[in-house]
């Protein structure tokens, strides 16, 4: 396992600092090459080639985010992700080596922000880490500026100042993505909000080869507050059902 010393001070990471990203990864290969891109970009960098190590990395080192495969010796990249996020909270980006939506969606149920299919471009992978990191800045900064009042609409309630939902007074656990997901989506009740558009607004990513992401990020989002509340519009893309005036 590779560590590159720094001075952090194991909280996370003051805009202009820089981050900590921590890749776990079995193939040597897949690591060097994300290792080089992210160093390229200006990260801190340590890898892990197997559960247990990604563990005590990740609480010894504190990184500001994870790069995370789901096939892992030791135990899976899904425990490390239960273990790791139930620690503290870490932007996860979850890499799979197979198109399977049911590891997708698993992912993201165990706290995985946003996941990427091999093969993929180092481009694309540099940019959602860069992204993720923004909406972790943005986080922080609606925490200490929030928005006044909560959202009800019908049964679902949305309290911007403490980032909670609650579905008939019930505590629904969103991860940070699902909860500014179903914002961007609750913004305009019943309006239809493309795929391209959603993308763009929750995770300022502009490449159409992204909506993927959108749709499983939808699928697990309606496992927590209903499948009835979002409705899609095939060949466009998604709305928020609320009950009628």
């Not at 960098?45 to 030791?74: F, H």
């Not at 900064?141 to 959202?151: D, E």
């Not at 490449?207 to 309606?222: E, N, P, Y």
Request: proline share 5%; hydrophobic share 45%; glycine share 6%.
């Amino acid at each position: 396992m590779e560590q590159t010393h720094t001075t952090h001070n194991g909280v996370a990471a003051t805009p202009g600092a820089q981050r900590r990203v921590l890749v776990v990864e079995d193939d040597a290969t897949i690591v060097d090459a994300i290792s080089a891109r992210l160093r390229a970009e200006g990260f801190l960098v340590q890898t892990a080639l197997d559960g247990p190590a990604a563990v005590d990395a990740a609480e010894a080192w504190q990184p500001d985010l994870m790069v995370l495969d789901i096939m892992l010796p030791g135990f899976d990249g899904l425990e490390v992700c239960r273990r790791v996020q139930a620690a503290r909270p870490v932007p996860v980006l979850m890499l799979t080596a197979r198109d399977d939506e049911t590891d997708m969606l698993v992912g993201l149920g165990v706290g995985a922000d946003d996941y990427m299919t091999k093969p993929f471009s180092m481009r694309e992978l540099a940019a959602r880490v860069h992204v993720l990191l923004r909406r972790v800045e943005r986080a922080a900064l609606a925490a200490v500026t929030p928005r006044s009042g909560i959202l009800r609409l019908g049964e679902l309630e949305i309290d911007h100042a403490q980032r909670r939902v609650r579905v008939r007074a019930d505590d629904v656990h969103l991860t940070p993505t699902e909860f500014d997901l179903l914002v961007c989506l609750a913004n305009t009740p019943r309006a239809v909000l493309s795929r391209e558009q959603l993308l763009a607004e929750v995770w300022d990513w502009a490449d159409a080869s992204g909506t993927r992401t959108v749709d499983s990020h939808i699928k697990a989002l309606r496992r927590k507050i209903g499948a009835e509340r979002i409705r899609t519009v095939h060949g466009v893309g998604y709305a928020l059902e609320t009950p009628a005036p």
